[in-house]
T-cell receptor, first 113, second 114 residues
Framework: GDSVTQMEGPVTLSEEAFLTINCTYT??????LFWYVQYPGEGLQLLLK?????DKGSNKGFEATYRKETTSFHLEKGSVQVSDSAVYFC????????????FGDGTTLTVKP | DAGVIQSPRHEVTEMGQEVTLRCKPI?????LFWYRQTMMRGLELLIY????????DSGMPEDRFSAKMPNASFSTLKIQPSEPRDSAVYFC???FGYGEYEQYFGPGTRLTVT
C-alpha cells in the first residue's frame, strides 16, 4: 500500500538557518503530495501541495518539488523564523486509496532566536 | 466560512462513561474524516465518510468506538464505555473531494479519561 517516510526529528535550528525536511513516498498510482503544518494546540493546516510530477508548491517562503524519479517531496525554506516552530507532516492522496490521505509521522521543528 | 467546527474542545470524563464528540464540516465538502492523535501512536485515521456514507472504518480501534453522519453538516464519534487509553486529541477534517483536494482540520477535542 501507499506509505510516506519523513526525516526523523526533532530538528532544532537557529533563526535564519536553512531548512530541509526530507520526505519520500511509495505509491501505486500518481498521487498528489502535500505538506501540512501543525502549530501547538491546533489542527493540521495545509502549507503547500503539488499535484503532478515536477510541480513546485510554495507558500510563506516554503517550497517543495514533486520528484517522480526519486519519489520525493522535500520541504525547504531559505531562512527560518521562530514562528516556524511547529510539526510538519508530509502526505499523499490519490487512487487507489480514493478519498483518504496517507500521512508521515511528522517532524518537529524548533527554531531558536 | 467558519471552518470545521468541533465540540467540545476539551472533555474530561471517568472511565466507563460514554463520550460523544461532534463535528460540523465545511459546507459543500463531501468527505469527512475522524483522526486520533497521541504522542505514542501519532496521527491515526479512524474512519471516513463520503456523502454521509462510511467508506472505511478499518482504523476504528474496537467496538467501543462508533461514528455516524446523519446529514451533510453533522457527524459524531462516540466512545462507550471510555477507557484511560482513549485519552488523545481527536480531530475531524473535511475535504471537497480526493486526490488533489486538501483536508481542512478542525481545532480538535482533547479527551482525558481518568
Amino acid at each position: 500500500g501507499d506509505s510516506v517516510t519523513q526525516m526523523e526529528g526533532p530538528v532544532t535550528l537557529s533563526e535564519e538557518a536553512f531548512l530541509t525536511i526530507n520526505c519520500t513516498y511509495t505509491a501505486t498510482g500518481y498521487p498528489s503530495l502535500f505538506w501540512y503544518v501543525q502549530y501547538p494546540g491546533e489542527g493540521l493546516q495545509l502549507l503547500l501541495k503539488a499535484t503532478k510530477a515536477d510541480d513546485k508548491g510554495s507558500n510563506k517562503g516554503f517550497e517543495a518539488t514533486y520528484r517522480k524519479e526519486t519519489t520525493s517531496f522535500h520541504l525547504e525554506k531559505g531562512s527560518v523564523q521562530v514562528s516556524d516552530s511547529a510539526v510538519y507532516f508530509c502526505a499523499l492522496s490519490g487512487p487507489p486509496n480514493a478519498g483518504k490521505s496517507t500521512f508521515g509521522d511528522g517532524t518537529t521543528l524548533t527554531v531558536k532566536p | 466560512d467558519a471552518g470545521v467546527i468541533q465540540s467540545p474542545r476539551h472533555e474530561v470524563t471517568e472511565m466507563g462513561q460514554e463520550v460523544t464528540l461532534r463535528c460540523k464540516p465545511i459546507s459543500g465538502h463531501d468527505y469527512l474524516f475522524w483522526y486520533r492523535q497521541t504522542m505514542m501512536r501519532g496521527l491515526e485515521l479512524l474512519i471516513y465518510f463520503n456523502n454521509n456514507v462510511p467508506i472505511d472504518d478499518s482504523g476504528m480501534p474496537e467496538d467501543r468506538f462508533s461514528a455516524k453522519m446523519p446529514n451533510a453538516s453533522f457527524s459524531t464519534l462516540k466512545i462507550q464505555p471510555s477507557e484511560p487509553r482513549d485519552s488523545a486529541v481527536y480531530f475531524c477534517a473535511s475535504s471537497f473531494g480526493y486526490g488533489e483536494y486538501e483536508q481542512y482540520f478542525g481545532p480538535g477535542t482533547r479527551l482525558t479519561v481518568t
